[in-house]
């Protein structure tokens, strides 16, 4: 299932442009659950990059500084922007068109670019310091379990292990292994999430005891003071972020969504197939939702029981210092191992998995600005293949100057509440001029997409006040 995303997504891969959609290229849909198991994938892609930076460090500070408080804006946070990430794809399996090309359709333009594109290179600069923070949280895992040219968090072995972890995430993105890989990693975060969750349940078993009663704590729909910024952070991080619900329609793309619905010719038999595709594609978004709310909520329980009452909070180059606390108080020194070789290993996916993607959003902004033809694979593949020898080395330098892990995510969780607001009106626009009203979402779905953007848009309104300088804590 994987696998045949991961040669899908490879730029080398892909025999067939599955950005080109031709009548040669159609496939029924499946009918069920079962049946479309084997075409599910781009959502285990983002739970890859999902299950990483933000649930593993974003969401445990945020349980470490609020408890349990704000156990309802964890749930809240994941649920609430899937809405739009299925309307997006929908738009996209419907057109065959990704994401950027179709944010650039928004009116007004500044020459070939539209708005909402300048917007995002906007982001995408903020999402370097981010990107950066995880390859530094890498390296800092790294250099705890194993410091080299120096001690363990000592600039020279950080130095060390930030050079040695963008060398392998461009190897591993460029080798004919990627798909082995990407099985690996994904393997690797279910099993880490597995023993989080099983954790998180089993602590009212240790001096860490959480009871109903600081559950329902957790449901009383309040923000506790001096949380703001970090729970609109969470916000921008948990769950689906802007940068994944903007790569998702790629990963629909290449894993043969579009393609496989063909070209729109008016008839009832792609109407027929546009909408069993979609519905692959929602089974696909909500399978992932599952695994990494289960996963954010363990992370946020263990955050609030283990480091709140001792008063820890993870911050700068001790980050994951900090969070092995969450594994040595509750299973013993012995677990520390356990806890760096899961950490690298869910930090480094969601590196992986977030590589190629922003290598395709980087790609896809350039050709809206008549840099090159989107529609010419060869060049396409070129740009891509360039981005992802590129964001890595230039991420690995942002940390290597900021040095704070927390900081940087946090930054770009910031951003990314601002920009998701931008996003959801290019959403909007999409699905009232570009997709065939015979496969818009129902009414049901409509008014879940609305409560989603009126969610989304008082989140990025309180986030640009706080930016300016006003107090809304």
């Given amino acids: 299932m994987v696998g045949e995303v991961s040669a899908a997504a490879h730029p080398h891969a892909p025999q067939v442009d599955p950005y080109r959609l031709t009548t040669e290229g159609i496939k029924e849909p499946p009918t069920g659950w079962w049946q479309s198991l084997r075409y599910l994938g781009p959502g285990l892609i983002l739970g890859a990059a999902i299950v990483g930076a933000g649930e593993l460090i974003a969401t445990t500070a945020l349980g470490a500084r ?8 964890v749930i809240f946070s994941t649920l609430v922007k899937v809405a739009v990430q299925i309307e997006l794809a929908r738009w996209t399996i419907s057109t065959g068109q990704p ?15 539209g708005w909402v594109n300048i917007l995002w290179i906007v982001f995408a600069l903020s999402k370097v310091v981010q990107t950066g923070g995880v390859v530094g949280a ?11 040219g120096g001690p363990p968090l000592g600039f020279t072995s950080l130095a060390t292990w930030t050079v040695i972890v963008v060398a392998i995430t461009v ?40 009871d109903v009663g600081d559950i329902a704590s957790g449901f009383t729909f309040g923000i506790p003071a001096g949380t703001l910024p970090v729970a609109l952070a969470m916000f921008g991080l948990t769950g689906v972020s802007v940068d994944e619900i903007t790569s998702y329609p790629y990963w629909c793309i290449e894993k043969g969504y579009a393609r496989w619905t063909g070209p729109n010719d008016g008839s009832a038999d792609w109407e027929r197939r546009a909408k069993g595709w979609i519905k692959v594609m929602q089974r696909d978004a909500m399978l992932s939702w599952v695994v990494y709310t289960v996963t954010t909520m363990a992370f946020y329980v263990m955050g609030a029981a283990v480091l709140h009452p001792q008063g820890l909070v993870p911050e700068g180059n001790e980050v994951i210092t900090t969070l092995t606390r969450l594994y040595t108080d509750t299973l013993g020194e012995w677990a520390r191992i356990v806890f760096l070789v899961g950490a690298i290993a869910v930090l480094a996916s969601t590196l992986w998995a977030a590589t190629p993607a922003w290598s395709r959003m980087y790609a896809n902004v350039l050709s809206c600005a008549g840099v090159f033809d989107w529609t010419n694979s060869r060049a396409r593949q070129r740009w891509i293949r360039g981005f992802i020898v590129a964001l890595p080395i230039i991420w690995g330098i942002a940390y290597l100057f900021v040095q704070s892990p927390v900081i940087m995510i946090m ?7 601002i920009f998701l607001f931008a996003a959801v009106i290019a959403v909007w626009y999409l699905r009232r001029t570009e997709i065939d009203p015979r496969v ?27 930016a300016l300088g006003y107090s809304i804590d």
Avoid: H, Q
């Avoid at 460029?174 to 994904?186: D, T």
């Fill in 171 to 210: 190897a591993a993105l460029f080798s004919n292994k990627y798909g082995l890989i990407e099985r690996v990693a994904v393997l690797l975060v279910v099993l880490f999430s597995l023993v989080t969750v099983a954790i998180a349940v089993g602590l009212p078993l240790t001096p860490f005891a959480y």
């Fill in 440 to 466: 818009k979402a129902s009414s049901l779905f409509t008014v879940a997409l609305a409560i989603s953007s009126v969610a989304i848009a008082l989140a990025g309104v309180y986030t640009m006040l706080d």
């Fill in 66 to 73: 609020a408890g349990f408080a704000l156990l309802w804006l």
């Fill in 138 to 148: 890498v390296a800092v895992a790294c250099s705890v379990l194993y410091p080299l």
């Fill in 411 to 417: 930054i770009g969780g910031i951003s990314g509440c």
């Fill in 99 to 113: 994401a950027l090309t179709g944010y650039n359709k928004v009116p007004p333009k500044v020459g070939r670019v």
